[in-house]
């Protein structure tokens, strides 16, 4: 079994930043992607950010320029950067990672979310 634990979600205020922090334990041969995603109340949960295991990584437009995600492959964690936060950022933020398992098999999970408020 693989957990996901979140960290760093809280109140900031528009203009502000906050980073998150996602670490993966537990029985894992590897882990390829790695994403966030959020889910405002009454919306669908939406893409964020990913990166591969590589390195490469993906941004939804609205946050292009503003978050940055990162990875230390050596601690299986992952780390969302947000500056310049806005109210309309505010949501869940939810970690995701596809985990490799001894026999080859690829498993998504998910972290329990932490919440992003941003509010004056």
């Known amino acids: 079994q693989v957990q996901l634990v979140e960290s760093g979600g809280g109140l900031v205020q528009p203009g502000g930043s906050r980073r998150l922090s996602c670490a993966a334990s537990?029985?894992?041969?590897?882990?390829?992607?790695m994403a966030w995603y959020r889910q405002a109340p009454g919306k669908q949960r939406e893409l964020v950010a990913s990166?591969?295991?590589?390195?490469?990584?993906n941004y939804r437009d609205s946050v292009k320029g503003r978050f940055t995600i990162s990875r230390v492959n050596a601690k299986n964690t992952v780390y969302l950067q947000m500056n310049s936060l806005k109210p309309e950022d505010t949501a869940a933020y939810y970690c995701?990672?596809?985990?490799?398992?001894?026999?080859?098999?690829?498993?998504?999970?998910w972290g329990q979310g932490t919440q992003v408020t941003v509010s004056s």
């Open positions: 990166i591969t295991s590589s390195g490469s990584t």
């Open positions: 537990g029985s894992m041969f590897s882990i390829n992607r």
């Open positions: 995701n990672a596809e985990v490799v398992v001894g026999s080859g098999s690829r498993i998504g999970y």
